[in-house]
């Protein structure tokens, strides 16, 4: 059972490059999410999605893009990279529907650094 | 709008010692409350939550939290550290409609000291 799977592990980017982020999940969750975590800040919600076809802003979209054409794929564009933008990428899934008091569940992370 | 409020960012304890990690969330609505463990290069795995029913929730590796309405409370405990549960601990609030919008603690990692 692979749950929510995060590629890649790490990436080194130069500034003004771009990359995606890749996301994946095989629960057949409705919803998904990414968020990046910077030390001592907890989690910052970047976009959700509740369904394949919408998307919508978190608290911290600037300088992100996201698709959602399927149920399983949730992948985050980076655009031009930003020095600001060097932190620990998660994505997250959770069932949809009346299921509001379910966790979310977590990939592993990406660890993007911006020089 | 919702907020969390995880007192001390590190907290260290001796191992078999009691464990206890505090959150405080602010909420207009009554909400959903979590508890979340990161180990080192991994993502957030849920150790307890509350929803709705009994306030003393129990959760995975021995943990277990309250939920008190009057203190806007839901601190997490342990009566016996072990060094397996060093890690960072997030508190997460979240709200009962749409998307579930959660809003996480700054986070508490624990360090168990031999």
């Known amino acids: 059972n692979a749950g929510v799977t995060q590629t890649p592990k790490f990436r080194i980017l130069k500034i003004g490059q771009s990359m995606t982020l890749q996301c994946t999940q095989d629960?057949?969750?409705?919803?998904m999410y990414w968020y990046r975590q910077d030390p001592g800040m907890g989690l910052k919600l970047i976009y959700y999605?509740?369904?394949?076809?919408?998307?919508d802003k978190g608290e911290v979209p600037n300088g992100y893009n996201v698709s959602r054409s399927t149920t399983e794929d949730f992948p985050l564009r980076l655009e031009l990279a930003a020095p600001s933008q060097t932190s620990v990428y998660f994505c997250?899934?959770?069932?949809?529907?009346?299921?509001?008091?379910?966790?979310?569940?977590f990939g592993d992370g990406t660890r993007l650094s911006i020089l | 709008a919702q907020s969390v409020t995880q007192l001390g960012s590190h907290v260290s304890v001796s191992e078999g010692a009691l464990v206890l990690l505090r959150c405080n969330y602010s909420?207009?609505?009554?909400?959903?409350l979590f508890w979340y463990v990161q180990y080192p290069n991994q993502g957030l795995q849920l150790l307890l939550k509350?929803?709705?029913?009994?306030?003393l929730v129990k959760g995975i590796n021995g943990f277990e939290a309250e939920f008190k309405k009057s203190e806007t409370s839901f601190h997490l405990t342990k009566p016996s550290a072990h060094m397996s549960d060093a890690a960072e601990y997030f508190c997460?609030?979240?709200?009962?409609?749409?998307?579930?919008?959660?809003?996480f603690g700054t986070g508490t990692k624990l360090q168990v000291i031999p």
């Open positions: 997250a899934s959770r069932p949809g529907g009346q299921a509001n008091n379910q966790p979310q569940h």
């Open positions: 629960m057949n969750h409705n919803y």
């Open positions: 999605s509740v369904g394949a076809g919408i998307t």
């Open positions: 909420s207009s609505v009554p909400p959903y």
């Open positions: 509350y929803t709705t029913g009994a306030t």
């Open positions: 997460a609030v979240s709200d009962r409609g749409g998307y579930q919008k959660v809003t």
